[in-house]
């Protein structure tokens, strides 16, 4: 079973639509990390969500986490062709974790020009 | 500031041969963290060290894998007579000490293919 489940897992959209990723669990997270990984690389941290309904933007990326720390979505506006790639939720559940990071299975991103 | 560094970041290793894949975290970090990456599956945790103590290595496979982080030097990965099932990309992930925000930065990678 998966512990963090992301959706969609596959997404191709034109530049300049928007597009939201979710990442949901039963569990709760102490917090949620959001990556982006491009092919041959390893991922790129984006974001850090801690407070539940706490919500962060990056630049056109806007994050938000779940009242009970279960769940987590991904924003972008006006999509770009850059913005293509996989993006990874990654959590740290609760209790006594040691820190070790839980990840979704990855949504791929295309962004067509 | 440079980032976490891994070597080599291909390696090719026949099948019964060990593997010795390295790690050198970020400057000031003293968590490292490494994780495995299948073809078509996703990041799955291996093993949690800090300099010179395996803290958590729930998700190493129990025969063949082993890693250190010594007091002087990078954290190694070794994989001793791999199979064609351990061909996967492996990352090291660092993180500061202190923080409660468990932030991990990754490395690039290693790809090993066993043939």
């Known amino acids: 079973t998966q512990l963090l489940e992301q959706s969609p897992q596959f997404l191709s959209i034109q530049e300049g639509e928007n597009l939201t990723v979710y990442c949901n669990s039963s569990?709760?997270?102490?917090?949620l990390q959001w990556y982006r990984q491009e092919p041959g690389e390893g991922p790129v941290l984006l974001v850090t969500?801690?407070?539940?309904?706490e919500v962060k933007k990056l630049k056109r990326l806007t994050f938000q986490f779940g009242d009970a720390r279960k769940d987590s979505s991904l924003h972008i506006t006006a999509a770009q062709t850059g913005d293509t790639g996989l993006y990874l939720c990654?959590?740290?559940?609760?209790?006594?974790?040691?820190?070790?990071?839980?990840f979704g299975q990855g949504t791929t991103l295309q962004v067509k020009p | 500031n440079a980032g976490v560094m891994q070597n080599p970041r291909h390696l090719v290793r026949r099948r019964g041969q060990e593997a010795r894949l390295r790690c050198s975290p970020m400057?000031?970090?003293?968590?490292v963290y490494w994780y495995r990456q299948l073809p078509e599956e996703g990041l799955k945790f291996m093993v949690y060290?800090?300099?010179?103590?395996?803290?958590?290595e729930s998700g190493m496979p129990k025969e063949r894998f082993s890693a250190e982080f010594p007091k002087e030097g990078p954290s190694i990965l070794r994989i001793q007579q791999v199979v064609r099932g351990d061909s996967a990309a492996y990352f090291c992930?660092?993180?500061?000490?202190?923080?409660?925000?468990?932030?991990?930065?990754f490395g690039p990678g290693t790809r090993l293919t066993v043939t």
């Open positions: 992930a660092s993180s500061p000490i202190g923080t409660g925000r468990h932030e991990q930065y």
């Open positions: 569990s709760v997270f102490s917090s």
């Open positions: 969500v801690v407070t539940g309904g």
């Open positions: 990654a959590g740290v559940n609760e209790p006594g974790n040691t820190g070790k990071l839980i």
């Open positions: 400057k000031g970090h003293s968590h």
């Open positions: 060290l800090q300099k010179e103590n395996i803290i958590d």
